[in-house]
């Protein structure tokens, strides 16, 4: 699972919350999808943060139709607007990353399935041999 650095969700929320309110789970949702599934984080995770972004006057809470909602707030809209052209340029840079994660997933993909249409009998056979090659090639990416 792809994580952020320490300190980096806040400032994706920020961006996030820069188009409008937003639910946990429409933050959640969004994030997931600008990491093209990547990274999905879990409520878990984010809710401390909007907790410390809160208690920062960085977002408060409002209510639209029924729903728990977070916004900027003024200093929230400061930080934004000091820093959008650099935080875009890393998300585009980021977001070009992921792209080309996708053929890397189907590769891992085609991978696990040739696995699992093994038999069970060559699967035992050959199991040592499938974890040494799977990491031998994780050892070979860590050295690049």
Known sequence: MERFKKGTLK?????ILNTGPKGVY??????????????NPSTGVLYPNL?????????????????RKFVLTDEGKKIVDENIKKWKSIFERRSKKFEKMDQIRDIIQKIMKNII?????????????????????NKKIENL
Not at 11 to 15: D, F, H, N
Not at 26 to 39: A, C, H, P, R
Not at 117 to 137: S, T
Request: hydrophobic share 40%.
């Open 51 to 67: 907790k410390n972004m809160l208690n920062e006057n960085l977002i408060k809470e409002t209510n639209v139709k029924g729903k």
């Open 11 to 15: 400032y994706i929320i920020l961006m």
């Open 117 to 137: 249409l093994m038999d069970d009998e060559r699967f035992e056979k050959n199991f040592e041999k499938i974890i040494e090659i799977i990491n031998d090639a």
């Open 26 to 39: 429409d933050i959640k949702k969004y994030i997931k999808e600008i990491s093209f599934g990547f990274y």
